[in-house]
């Protein structure tokens, strides 16, 4: 795994529901330095509602997200 | 002057007043900025490296509520929260592991008998029909990729969520400490509300 801060980490969650997608990103995030960028893709239903609150919650930025059967989104680690 | 404004005062006297009107202030101000700095060093404390804190009591031995309850507190955990959770009656039956029957009074056996044996056998809240519901339940679950009750109580653990037994009950249920999974801490309910009252989630399920 790349460590450089700017590298993308990806998590693949597809296949995983409440509430395994947030645990494992943010079992993820710990081990990531700040800046760092993350790439998580799910297709979990409360995905984009729980991702929200989440990011909410610790201050980190969504960059971007794709909505779709499977949605992808990128995060910033504050 | 005719203008009303008084005459320019000489400047040694001047000085002088200035010295006297800052210690003036200084003097006022000290008891003043004492305080804030002790309300400043109140604040800074309770803000600090604490985190925050979720207490859930679990009385349910129902297997939907035993969903709940440990997807809340596995949610609880990504969501940077402590969690504790204190199995009390019921609830009991997610932490255990097996059931034994030596040393027990008849009342105790008989109660262990009638327990389920442990969270993969706990039935409905509701609509349990004879045990027919769980298994539609679980078959459901398992279409929509959620985790199965055991799965979570193993994550909780993993995750560091504090499982604690309450020892009165274990008494009253009859259930001994080798019928429960490793890694469970016992207390009272004292224990219990020494943590909830530090909480800012308390839920009761």
């Known amino acids: ?63 971007s997200f794709d909505q779709g059967a499977t949605s992808r989104a990128t995060l910033l680690k504050k | 002057m005719s203008d009303g404004t008084p005459p320019p005062l000489d400047p040694t006297l001047t000085a002088m007043i200035e010295r006297m009107v800052d210690a003036r202030v200084d003097a006022r101000l000290a008891g003043f900025s004492a305080q804030v700095e002790e309300a400043l060093a109140r604040l800074r404390a309770q803000e600090g490296p604490q985190r925050d804190q979720a207490s859930i009591l679990v009385f349910s031995g129902d297997f939907d509520r035993l969903i709940s309850a440990f997807i809340i507190a596995t949610g609880a955990v990504a969501m940077g929260i402590e969690v504790s959770m204190y199995f009390t009656f019921w609830g009991l039956v997610a932490l255990k592991k097996q059931t034994t029957f030596a040393g027990k009074t008849i009342e105790e056996k008989m109660l262990s008998a009638m327990l389920p044996g442990g969270p993969a056998n706990t039935g409905t809240s509701k609509m349990n029909m004879l045990g027919m519901g769980p298994i539609m339940f679980k078959r459901v679950m398992a279409q929509n990729n959620v985790e199965t009750l055991p799965g979570l109580i193993k994550l909780a653990q993993d995750l560091g969520v504090k499982l604690i037994a309450c020892r009165m009950a274990m008494g009253v249920m009859g259930i001994k400490d080798e019928e429960l999974i490793d890694g469970v801490q016992y207390g009272g309910v004292a224990t219990y509300l020494g943590d909830a009252i530090e909480s800012k989630i308390t839920l009761f399920i």
């Open chain 1, 1 to 63: 795994m790349d460590t450089s801060p700017e590298a993308s980490v990806v998590l693949d969650c597809t296949g995983l529901n409440c509430p395994m997608p947030i645990v494992r990103l943010s079992q993820a995030m710990r081990g990531l330095p700040s800046g760092a960028q993350i790439v998580i893709e799910a297709n979990d239903p409360a995905f984009r509602a729980d991702l929200e609150a989440w990011v909410r919650r610790f201050g980190h930025v969504i960059l």
